[in-house]
């Protein structure tokens, strides 16, 4: 990595997972318009052809004359070469296919147990979770032993989970998790604001929030724009349009899978007198299933999708439609995603001084009343070569009631997928809220067994005994 003029080059980042139809082209783009950076991208995939397809559609990008960060790409055969020399890795994978996460998702439905998207939380989590760890287990090792030193970046969900096996196989690992459910909830903030105080073009970065929690079931306690307490704003917006929620295009929201209308966050605010920040398929997974995923029905009305997989794999059509289009140099898309990876990346090279919300262990000091090294998320100082947790605070007695399953479960998760034991998997069900209660225990070992049967192709061989 060479310094000149506030700028890097020379960089080499690997790229696991790059196959990727996501995540992959999201992270080349936004690579492609930041003019501070340029190097390398080393791609590695299981599927080598899909990693030899974003060969060609990043190497495009560097020849575009319009392209600012010059960075040329390459695909690995294998880790080792893949990681050595790197100074940044990016972890975006797909653990199984569609086809595990359709028995993960739907199965449960049978007891009545309805998951909007099945890959942090519920049974749909929990299984995943069983696929991502023994991989996540393998590529900790390799960091170790080829880029010790390197910068780790998970985007890969179960978030929580994958951070913490990297740090349980490598303590000393630089790893860090991004996910943008956060900035989703200050654009939401943003929005309100506009249209309450008649303030015109507020930019997401000045809501400044306090972020605290675990992924995908964070909160803020604090939220302002310049001076001014949101939380008295975000109430009485609530107060007047708790029946039909929030929706930039009113009526349009069920046309996408991934919208709502925010009336999940609203009840929650209601309740508990924090911002939950996240998207309401994510929050209403972590909650009891009575509450928000009773029935399709409810979910209607609450005004949030049951995401299906065909759905998802429908989806895959089109972006492998649009990765040919791509590849054949027909379609190119050079608009910033608003996901701040790159950023981060240019702080920790020391170029710019950077707070953002990142998942990494508790020192005992980000939330005070959660354990030491559970991986939570809240903000933190970005900086050349370093992160700096900032302290959070306390989570409400109320609130931690509903985080401390979640936490809980994250142990005997991990637990379980390293010991390959089901019974663990079976406590861990019982304990999930959407589970509990709404099924008796042999029903549970029951949907135990057959979803662990329906994914044992990516388990290890010692679950087969």
């Known amino acids: 990595m060479e310094y000149q003029d506030n700028k890097v080059s020379d960089l080499k980042i690997a790229y696991i997972g ?43 990008l560097y020849d575009k004359e319009e392209t600012c960060g010059k960075f ?76 010790p030193k390197a910068w780790v970046i998970n985007y890969t969900n179960p978030m929580s989970l994958c951070v913490k096996t990297l740090y349980h196989v490598f303590p000393e690992i630089k790893a860090f998790g991004c996910c943008h459910e956060v900035f989703g909830t200050q654009k939401l903030l943003k929005q309100i604001t506009e249209e309450s105080l008649g303030i015109e073009t507020i930019k997401r ?39 039909e929620g929030y929706h930039e295009n009113d009526n349009n929201w069920a046309n996408n899978m991934f919208d709502c209308c925010h009336r999940v966050k609203f009840d929650l605010f209601r309740k508990y007198g924090l911002i939950a920040a996240a998207g309401d398929r994510h929050l209403a997974e972590f909650m009891p299933g009575e509450e928000y995923l009773k029935n399709p029905q409810m979910v209607k009305d609450w005004k949030f999708a049951l995401t299906t997989v065909a759905w998802r794999k429908e989806d895959l059509h089109n972006r492998l439609d649009k990765s ?102 079976v406590k861990a069900f019982l304990n999930d809220p959407l589970v509990k209660g709404r099924a008796s225990k042999a029903e549970v070992v029951k949907l135990v067994e057959d979803m662990i049967h329906n994914t044992i192709k990516y388990l290890p061989k010692e679950w087969n005994k």
């Open 205 to 243: 970065e000045e809501i400044f929030v306090n972020v605290l929690g675990i992924n995908h079931f964070t909160w803020f306690d604090h939220a302002s724009y310049k001076g001014i307490d949101l939380f008295p704003v975000y109430r009485d917006y609530i107060d007047r349009h708790f029946e």
């Open 324 to 425: 040919q289009r791509l590849v054949d140099g027909e379609e190119v898309d050079l608009k910033p995603s608003g996901e701040e990876g790159i950023l981060l990346i240019k702080a920790l090279c020391g170029l710019e001084r950077v707070i953002s919300n990142v998942n990494i262990p508790n020192k005992g000091q980000q939330i005070t009343n959660l354990g030491v090294n559970v991986i939570v998320e809240t903000n933190a100082v970005f900086e050349r070569d370093s992160i700096r947790p900032i302290i959070a605070g306390t989570l409400p007695e109320k609130v931690l009631e509903l985080v401390t399953p979640h936490v809980n479960n994250h142990e005997t998760v991990l637990e379980a997928a390293l010991t390959c034991d089901k019974s663990l998997v």
């Open 18 to 60: 790059g196959g990727s139809r996501g995540w992959a082209w999201t992270f080349m783009t936004d690579l492609a318009l930041e003019p501070a950076l340029s190097g390398t991208i080393c791609l590695y995939d299981l599927d080598k052809n899909a990693a030899v397809n974003n060969q060609i559609i990043g190497n495009r």
């Open 72 to 147: 040329k790409y390459s695909v690995a055969s294998d880790l080792k070469e893949a990681l050595t020399g790197a100074e940044f890795i990016v972890i975006s994978i797909l653990p199984g296919t569609f086809d595990e996460m359709e028995s993960d998702v739907h199965l449960p439905e049978r007891l009545g147990i309805y998951q909007p998207v099945g890959d942090t939380a519920g049974p749909g989590g929990i299984i995943r979770a069983l696929r991502t760890i023994p991989m996540f287990k393998v590529i900790a090792e390799a960091i170790r032993e080829y880029a």
